[in-house]
T-cell receptor, first 114, second 113 residues
Framework: KAGVTQTPRYLIKTRGQQVTLSCSPI?????VSWYQQTPGQGLQFLFE???????NKGNFPGRFSGRQFSNSRSEMNVSTLELGDSALYLC?????????????FGPGTRLTVL | AQTVTQSQPEMSVQEAETVTLSCTYD???????LFWYKQPPSRQMILVIR????KQQNATENRFSVNFQKAAKSFSLKISDSQLGDTAMYFC??????????WGAGTKLIIKP
């Protein structure tokens, strides 16, 4: 089975722009979660989608949004980019949405905001 | 608010030695889940081991085992017979009733040949 894929792998944007990141989960997985990873803050939960519905949302401003399509692929959008949005954005998929679920992570999208 | 603390930013040991990574957490919940994830250099994050809080028996996966002390809110990871491939960032995570994972800052583990 193919693993979780994320595109693009690297992205450079300037302040004020917007960006869309894509995540394709493992085939059959219905849950997709997004995380922001920075050296200072570690991993922080952005949101989780399950069967096209947002199940949970972390403590991020409304500039961060996402969606999930019927094929479980997910996109994350960040509008009005700020320098502090520079980070590695990780996507993780799981078969179900339970607490004990094992999450399978993608390689991440490295976003640099200049 | 739930928090997860990994007090060791970096550790290094010789190959074949045993190493223990510490993790403490703070929560008022009684039912939760704990995880250790590993992120090798330039590679994807993978699950190492997980523990359900209501189970008293410590989880074990081959060379990886945990010491779960619920009263002390401690969840340490022991790696026995360490191998070069164990070099990675190790993250402790807490799964709460809101289905969120709260992550520690990570411990960088270096296995020296």
């Amino acid at each position: 089975k193919a693993g979780v894929t994320q595109t693009p792998r690297y992205l450079i944007k300037t302040r004020g722009q917007q960006v869309t990141l894509s995540c394709s989960p493992i085939s059959g997985h219905r849950s997709v979660s997004w995380y922001q990873q920075t050296p200072g803050q570690g991993l922080q939960f952005l949101f989780e989608y399950f069967s096209e519905t947002q199940r949970n949302k972390g403590n991020f401003p409304g500039r961060f949004s996402g969606r999930q399509f019927s094929n479980s692929r997910s996109e994350m959008n960040v509008s009005t980019l700020e320098l502090g949005d520079s980070a590695l954005y990780l996507c993780a998929s799981s078969l179900e949405a339970g607490l004990l679920r094992e999450q399978f992570f993608g390689p991440g999208t490295r976003l640099t905001v200049l | 608010a739930q928090t997860v603390t990994q007090s060791q930013p970096e550790m290094s040991v010789q190959e074949a030695e045993t190493v223990t990574l510490s993790c403490t957490y703070d929560t008022s919940e009684n039912n939760y889940y704990l995880f250790w994830y590993k992120q090798p250099p330039s590679r994807q994050m993978i699950l190492v081991i997980r523990q359900e809080a209501y189970k008293q028996q410590n989880a074990t996966e081959n060379r990886f085992s945990v010491n779960f002390q619920k009263a002390a809110k401690s969840f340490s990871l022991k790696i026995s017979d360490s191998q070069l491939g164990d070099t990675a960032m190790y993250f402790c995570a807490f799964g709460d009733s809101n289905y969120q994972l709260i992550w520690g800052a990570g411990t960088k583990l270096i296995i020296k040949p």
